[in-house]
């Protein structure tokens, strides 16, 4: 199967971390502008704010406001032949943080600069549970000679709670939830490998024994080829719809594992999608290097995602 692409919006600045809104707008971090935007139906883009640092995934949370995680900032390369890319650890690094912005004032919040173990580094991306509280996955930063490794932590939406759940992870990206809430699913990006964690409640899982697994998690999928994983979304049959970057596409990855179909991209660097529009049948995508949001048809419904479609 191919998709249809058509282009929403172009000009952007590493866009990633789509939120399709109930008006029809989409909200997207930009990485490289340091801003939280609003990509209108017609394209027109409006910065909503400007949290410094590294912008990066995104979610409306139980209060309505946008919950952001900021990897701190990245150094940039560009050219004409390859787009834009993020290369290593900012000189001018903020340090990880989560964020809370207002969507009506631009009023942001710093909720979080650390777990109960260590000071974030580089988060990613989060997903809302239907308890209130979000996952979230620090990627770690990479320097000239050293990489962090990475983890997921769970945290509340008020600032009171947040704990490290899983550590070591090499590169964590997307982060997602099965529809009963019961299984959280973690990509790496280096490894192509997207992980299953049995969820017993809130903030707790039922891990796998070492050293059948390297972090408590099952292997849901190690992808074939020089492919790496950014971020995910899951659809209402609960299959896992990652981005997949170096070669370009969406992984669709059945929830019990196995063979997947692979739809290839016209871009080497999709980084995230959403689901959106009636019956949430429009997947929008980022390709962040070229600085696009596009969006396809998709021959199934997305996942409601909690206090945003339901």
Not at 145 to 162: L, N, P, Q, T
């Given at each position: 199967?191919?998709?249809?692409?058509?282009?929403?919006?172009?000009?952007?600045?590493?866009?990633?971390?789509?939120?399709?809104?109930?008006?029809?707008?989409?909200?997207?971090?930009?990485?490289?502008?340091?801003?939280?935007?609003?990509?209108?139906?017609?394209?027109?883009?409006?910065?909503?704010?400007?949290?410094?640092?590294?912008?990066?995934?995104?979610?409306?949370?139980?209060?309505?406001?946008?919950?952001?995680?900021?990897?701190?900032?990245?150094?940039?390369?560009?050219?004409?032949?390859?787009?834009?890319?993020?290369?290593?650890?900012?000189?001018?690094?903020?340090?990880?943080?989560?964020?809370?912005?207002?969507?009506?004032?631009?009023?942001?919040?710093?909720?979080?600069?650390?777990?109960?173990?260590?000071?974030?580094?580089?988060?990613?991306?989060?997903?809302?549970?239907?308890?209130?509280?979000?996952?979230?996955?620090?990627?770690?930063?990479?320097?000239?000679?050293?990489?962090?490794?990475?983890?997921?932590?769970?945290?509340?939406?008020?600032?009171?709670?947040?704990?490290?759940?899983?550590?070591?992870?090499?590169?964590?990206?997307?982060?997602?939830?099965?529809?009963?809430?019961?299984?959280?699913?973690?990509?790496?990006?280096?490894?192509?490998?997207?992980?299953?964690?049995?969820?017993?409640?809130?903030?707790?899982?039922?891990?796998?024994?070492?050293?059948?697994?390297?972090?408590?998690?099952?292997?849901?999928?190690?992808?074939?080829?020089?492919?790496?994983?950014?971020?995910?979304?899951?659809?209402?049959?609960?299959?896992?719809?990652?981005?997949?970057?170096?070669?370009?596409?969406?992984?669709?990855?059945p929830p019990e594992g196995g063979t997947y179909e692979f739809l290839p991209l016209p871009d080497a660097?999709?980084?995230?999608?959403?689901?959106?529009?009636?019956?949430?049948?429009?997947?929008?995508?980022?390709?962040?290097?070229?600085?696009?949001?596009?969006?396809?048809?998709?021959?199934?419904?997305?996942?409601?995602?909690?206090?945003?479609?339901?």
């Amino acid at each position: 199967m191919s998709l249809e692409l058509r282009t929403i919006a172009e000009g952007l600045r590493f866009p990633e971390g789509p939120i399709a809104m109930a008006d029809g707008s989409i909200i997207i971090v930009e990485i490289e502008r340091r801003s939280l935007s609003r990509v209108a139906p017609d394209g027109a883009v409006t910065p909503i704010a400007f949290p410094g640092g590294g912008p990066n995934g995104a979610a409306i949370g139980p209060d309505g406001k946008c919950y952001v995680c900021n990897n701190g900032g990245f150094n940039w390369h560009e050219t004409t032949e390859t787009g834009l890319r993020p290369h290593g650890q900012a000189s001018d690094y903020s340090g990880g943080r989560i964020e809370r912005i207002d969507l009506t004032t631009g009023e942001v919040e710093v909720l979080y600069t650390a777990s109960d173990k260590a000071p974030l580094k580089g988060p990613n991306d989060l997903v809302f549970d239907a308890h209130g509280g979000f996952w979230f996955t620090d990627h770690g930063k990479v320097r000239d000679r050293e990489v962090d490794r990475g983890s997921v932590c769970y945290a509340k939406a008020d600032g009171s709670f947040i704990k490290e759940v899983i550590f070591p992870l090499w590169s964590p990206n997307g982060i997602g939830l099965s529809p009963d809430e019961t299984v959280l699913y973690v990509a790496e990006t280096f490894t192509g490998r997207v992980w299953a964690f049995d969820i017993a409640a809130p903030g707790e899982l039922m891990k796998q024994p070492w050293p059948q697994s390297p972090n408590g998690g099952k292997l849901l999928i190690g992808i074939d080829g020089y492919r790496g994983f950014d971020s995910l979304a899951v659809d209402s049959a609960g299959n896992v719809c990652v981005a997949t970057i170096y070669d370009g596409g969406i992984a669709v990855i059945p929830p019990e594992g196995g063979t997947y179909e692979f739809l290839p991209l016209p871009d080497a660097l999709p980084t995230n999608l959403c689901f959106g529009g009636p019956e949430l049948r429009t997947a929008y995508i980022t390709y962040s290097n070229r600085g696009k949001l596009v969006a396809a048809e998709w021959p199934r419904p997305g996942l409601p995602l909690n206090y945003l479609n339901k």
